[in-house]
Every structure is written in C-alpha cells, then in structure tokens.
C-alpha cells in the first residue's frame, strides 16, 4: 500500500492548511497522526471508509476537519485556527486490522506515508 502525504507548510498561529492524503487502497480506516521530536505519534483524526464516521484527538476537535474523496482515494485533513503547538510532522496511515475501538492507536496501522511538516508561527 503506497501513501503519498502534502501540503504541509509554514502558517502563522490563526492561519489554514489543507493535507492531502492519496493512498493506493483503501482499507476500514484512514487516519492522521502527527509527531515532535522525543514524543510519540499522537493520534490527530480518523476516518471510516464510507467516509460517514470520523474521530478527533481532543486537542483539535472543532479546529480539523477529516474527509475522504473515495472517487480520488484520497483522504483531506483541514486545519483550522492552528496554533503553535500544532508544530509537528503529520502522518497519514491505514491498515487492514484498525476497527473502531483502536482507531487512536498507532500500533493498529500497518501502512504509513512519509509525513509532511507543519510549522505554525507565534
């Protein structure tokens, strides 16, 4: 499974970025995550193949927005009213094993993109 991620960038702290996620299956689940130096990967949105259920971190709930464009099997992470500690490299992952009760759970997603930096500015 190939997972492509962008639209990663500088922003100041208020500003948008839009992260495209184009993944080569699609499987039950496809979710963000995003990383910083030393820390684990937090778990940032998920979303249900159908597109009809979706899941936030508490930290970015009303801030994101996750979708999917099944017709581009491509998965969109919006982000809004960013702040500076959303610093962080963002990755789109999937798998065949991630079901409802694990969906915030790294250790559940097989397939991984490359990350993409996010750098938001005081």
């Known amino acids: 499974v190939q997972l492509q991620a962008s639209g990663g960038g500088l922003v100041q702290a208020g500003g948008s970025l839009r992260l495209s996620c184009a993944a080569s299956?699609?499987?039950?689940?496809a979710a963000w995550f995003r990383q910083t130096p030393g820390q684990e990967r937090e778990f940032v949105a998920a979303?249900?193949?159908?597109?009809?259920?979706?899941y936030y971190g508490d930290s970015v709930k009303g801030r994101f927005t996750i979708s999917r464009d099944n017709a581009k099997n491509t998965v969109i992470l919006q982000m809004n009213s960013l702040k500076p500690e959303d610093t962080a490299v963002y990755f789109c992952?999937?798998?065949?094993?991630?079901?409802?009760?694990?969906?915030?759970?790294?250790?559940?997603?097989?397939?991984w993109g490359q990350g993409t930096q996010v750098t938001v500015s005081s």
């Open positions: 992952a999937t798998g065949s094993t991630v079901i409802t009760s694990n969906v915030d759970n790294p250790r559940a997603y097989h397939y």
């Open positions: 299956e699609r499987y039950r689940y």
């Open positions: 979303i249900s193949r159908s597109g009809g259920f979706s």
